[in-house]
Each structure stands twice: as structure tokens, then as C-alpha cells.
């Protein structure tokens, strides 16, 4: 059973939208992930946040944004949607450092 | 920079061939290893965290071992439903920094019945 949820789990849009993508956690955990991956290569990191109020870039650069309000949400944004984001993103948790992260099931996007 | 190396990047074996996974890291100073299960359309499964050398964890048909320059899971007996992408991943001391995972592209076992 899923405690991290994320949705939509499937978006295709055109160029130019604004679009959010939505991250939910049911744990409780302080620590919170963005992830972007494509088909056959690494998971990069592009956001992070440690608690409500903190939010950081990772280590792949990306045009998105995202915000930390309350502890169990965690919402990317990319304000002008182009092909180039085209990828799978994924959003994870986790309880303290050193602990295995939880994944949620990813939001494929497709933009057109 | 952080570097992880999986291979191979794909294996198929048959059902009961036993074999291993590997994964070689290149860190400044490893806080912990993980290994993840990953589906097709889902995201990774957590499975493992080895934390130092000469470390052993076990689940089921799964064994994962830690030396100081690599990972090996070990799949002993697979069934067809251990097929899938098995990840790699490393977490490092980070002085204040992201604390979050670098990871491999994975191999993608497939058991055959």
C-alpha cells in the first residue's frame, strides 16, 4: 500500500502550459524528493526539502519550482511547459538521513 | 564527482540460475549504499541499506554484500517474478549539502520460466 501519492500519474500537454505536478505523503517525514528520470538512464535529484519552508535545487539543473507549506506536500511547477521536460518524475520520502527513501509511482509527462 | 557503476546493464536467466549484480561506486566518503527494486511504470522499491564494509543483508531469494569499492546483490534460486530493474545507489557526507542519493542506471534481470 502506498503512503507517498502522486498526481497525475499520466500527463501529455502542449508547449508554453503551466502545469503541477502533485506529491503527497502520509508518513509524516521531514524529508522530501524530487527526482527526474529517463527511460534506460540514472535518476537525477532536482528538488529537495528538508521541512516545511525549506526548498533546494539538486544536483541536475531544472526549470522547475517547487514548495514545501505543510509537511506532507511537496508540488513541482514548471511554469512554461517545453518538450525538452518530457521525462518521468518521480517523488520520495524519507523518516531521517541514511534511511531508504519511499517512492511515490511517478508522474509520466509527455509535453507536445 | 560521484560516480556509480552498474553491471551488467541486463541479465536473463533462467528460473533457479542463481547469479550476481553489481554495482561499483566511487565516493569521497560513503554514508550508505541502497539497493531498490524498480517495476515497469512504478517507482523504485526500497530492498537494502548497507552502511560499511564487509556488511551482509538478506531478503528472501536477495543477498546484498559491501566491500569498500563495490555492492554485490545476489539473487539465489530467482523466480520469474524477480524480474525487473534492480538499482544502485550511494549516499555521501555531504558537508551541509543535499543528502540525496546518486544513482546507477541499473540492471534489468529478466527470469525466464
Known amino acids: 500500500e502506498a503512503d507517498i501519492y502522486q498526481t497525475p500519474r499520466y500527463l501529455v500537454i502542449g508547449t508554453g502550459k503551466k502545469i503541477t505536478l502533485e506529491c503527497s505523503q502520509t508518513?509524516?517525514?521531514?524529508?522530501m524528493y524530487w527526482y527526474q528520470q529517463d527511460p534506460g538512464m540514472e535518476l537525477h535529484l532536482i528538488h529537495y526539502s528538508y521541512g516545511v519552508n525549506s526548498t533546494e535545487k539538486g544536483d541536475l539543473s531544472s526549470e522547475s519550482t517547487v514548495s514545501r507549506i505543510r509537511t506532507e506536500h511537496f508540488p513541482l511547477t514548471l511554469e512554461s511547459a517545453r518538450p525538452s521536460h518530457t521525462s518521468q518524475y518521480l517523488c520520495a520520502s524519507s523518516e531521517r538521513d541514511s534511511y531508504g527513501y519511499t517512492f511515490g509511482s511517478g508522474t509520466r509527462l509527455t509535453v507536445v | 564527482e560521484d560516480q556509480v557503476t552498474q553491471s551488467p546493464e541486463a541479465l536473463r536467466l533462467q528460473e533457479g540460475e542463481s547469479s550476481s549484480l553489481n554495482c561499483s561506486y566511487t565516493?569521497?566518503?560513503?554514508?550508505?549504499l541502497f539497493w531498490y527494486r524498480q517495476d515497469p511504470g512504478k517507482g523504485p522499491e526500497f530492498l537494502f541499506t548497507l552502511y560499511s564494509a564487509g556488511e551482509e543483508k538478506e531478503k528472501e531469494r536477495l543477498k546484498a554484500t559491501l566491500t569498500k569499492k563495490e555492492s554485490f546483490l545476489h539473487i539465489t534460486a530467482p523466480k520469474p517474478e524477480d524480474s525487473a530493474t534492480y538499482l544502485c545507489a550511494v549516499q555521501v557526507y555531504s558537508g551541509g549539502g543535499a543528502d540525496g542519493l546518486t544513482f546507477g542506471k541499473g540492471t534489468h534481470l529478466i527470469i525466464q520460466p
Open positions: 565516493v569521497s566518503g560513503l554514508r550508505g
Open positions: 508518513m509524516g517525514h521531514d524529508k
